[in-house]
């Protein structure tokens, strides 16, 4: 059973930073997609960042020069780093995982971290 284990988040000043962090059980997620997503009141969930298991990048209009999104396999994790925070960045966000061994598909996600941006 693949879990993932979300670290970070809290309250910020608008134009300050915070780092997510997000810990997936096991040791298979060096063959797998992570991402992060986020969900604010009121609004559909949303792609934020995005990064193969061969490390290519991508992210949101909204996010791109202020946000970076980065992995670790040898410690099984994918952090989100986040810059010049704005209100707008306030939301739920959640850890994302995918990917395929064999022929059996892996899509899991994490509990959700609150990230408040104060104006």
């Known amino acids: 059973q693949v879990q993932l284990v979300e670290s970070g988040g809290g309250l910020v000043q608008s134009g300050g930073s915070q780092r997510l962090s997000c810990k997936v059980s096991g040791s298979i997620f060096r063959w797998f997609a992570g991402g992060w997503y986020r969900q604010a009141p009121g609004k559909q969930r949303e792609l934020v960042a995005t990064?193969?298991?061969?490390?290519?990048?991508n992210y949101a209009d909204s996010v791109k020069g202020r946000f970076t999104i980065s992995r670790d396999n040898s410690e099984n994790t994918v952090t989100l780093q986040m810059n010049s925070l704005k209100p707008e960045d306030t939301a739920v966000y959640y850890c994302?995982?995918?990917?395929?061994?064999?022929?059996?598909?892996?899509?899991?996600w994490g509990q959700g971290s609150q990230v408040t941006v104060s104006s």
């Open positions: 990064i193969t298991s061969g490390g290519n990048t």
């Open positions: 994302h995982a995918d990917g395929y061994i064999g022929t059996s598909r892996y899509d899991h």
